[in-house]
């Protein structure tokens, strides 16, 4: 559970902003005109949650999720998944050695510092479901063995929308383990100018060096996790999350993880913005990336053509907004 912070702590914003203002400026050299995108990458990076880009093929979803990677000197998988995927391939498996007569273990694509799940949807519900021990506890179980994983563990996940050909729904499940969703969209036409000439001739991502290492992103999550949060703050995430719950547009609202997910999220967004305390702005501007994709229409929403971020919309109007002293 989320620690409760009763008062103001010490958090080196500068080593936080000299090492993040690195990566993004490193990352935008190759992920042209989606500034937005990336600055909620490093956000998620930040709180130590998980992140999944969804939009149509082309965009750059898997661009970006490389780009992260190669921008943290750590270890990183790529994981491609299929339908013939199998679960054995992202945990690991036992294998039994002749030579000494036991089973060891050989570790899945999961055991590194950035995971990269490409096209996610596209593997079996029994495939995808084998990330979510991972996911929530940073630790694999296999044959009544815990193998823990490395830190920082983060899984940058594309997938197209289901609608697309050869593709699965991802579970509420696995969709309430991502701490936000976001879209690429199409780039403008200035950013697509001039990825054509930059991206035409050669691949910027060769020439991208690593801005940091993991052991500093892990101390920079820790830190960021101890930012103020004033009661009324954490009481506004709690109205929010019920609020969802009890509306008449939604048939699922967000779940207590997705509460935690809001307020870690919102002490990230407060630290990038150069402060050691969390206001309501970061909480309402993180609100439709964190809880969109884990609310669920009902009819009557569907019938109104309406989508999860309008309804949240609604309900950021309704919520009343604590008083910004602290």
Do not use: C, W
Not at 155 to 184: C, H, K, W
Request: no cysteine.
């Amino acid at each position: 559970m989320d620690p409760v912070v009763t008062e103001t702590v010490d958090v080196d914003l500068d080593r936080l902003h000299a090492v993040v203002g690195s990566a993004r400026a490193a990352m935008s050299t190759v992920v042209e005109g989606k500034e937005e995108a990336v600055a909620t990458t490093l956000t998620v990076l930040l709180a130590g949650g998980h992140l999944l880009v969804e939009d149509v093929p082309g965009v750059g979803k898997t661009l970006l999720a490389k780009t992260l990677a190669r921008t943290v000197d750590g270890t990183v998988r790529r994981i491609q998944f299929t339908p013939d995927l199998l679960p054995s391939d992202i945990t690991g498996v036992s294998v039994f050695n002749q030579d000494t007569h036991i089973f060891e273990f050989r570790r899945g694509a999961v055991f590194a510092n950035v995971v990269v799940g490409d096209e996610i949807n596209r593997a079996s519900p029994k495939t995808q479901s084998a990330l979510l021990e991972a996911m929530e506890e940073r630790q694999v179980t296999v044959d009544g063995r815990t193998h823990h994983l490395p830190s920082p563990f983060v899984v940058m996940a594309t997938q197209n929308p289901i609608e697309m050909e050869g593709t699965y729904p991802l579970p509420e499940a696995q969709r309430d383990r991502f701490m936000a969703r976001i879209s690429m969209g199409y780039p403008s036409a200035s950013a697509e100018l001039r990825m054509l000439d930059t991206h035409s001739a050669r691949d910027p991502l060769d020439e991208l060096e690593p801005v940091t290492d993991a052991a500093t992103v892990a101390a920079l999550v820790q830190e960021v996790q101890r930012l103020y949060a004033s009661a009324a703050v954490r009481q506004y995430v709690v109205d929010l999350v019920a609020a969802t719950r009890t509306s008449r547009y939604l048939r699922l609202g967000a779940s207590p993880r997705a509460g935690l997910h809001l307020l870690r999220a919102a002490r990230a967004h407060a630290a990038l913005r150069g402060r050691d305390h969390v206001l309501p702005e970061d909480i309402q501007e993180l609100a439709v990336p964190v809880l969109a994709h884990r609310l669920l229409l009902a009819g009557e929403a569907e019938l109104a053509l309406l989508t999860p971020a309008d309804v949240l919309g609604a309900i950021l109007a309704d919520v009343p907004v604590p008083d910004r002293a602290r």
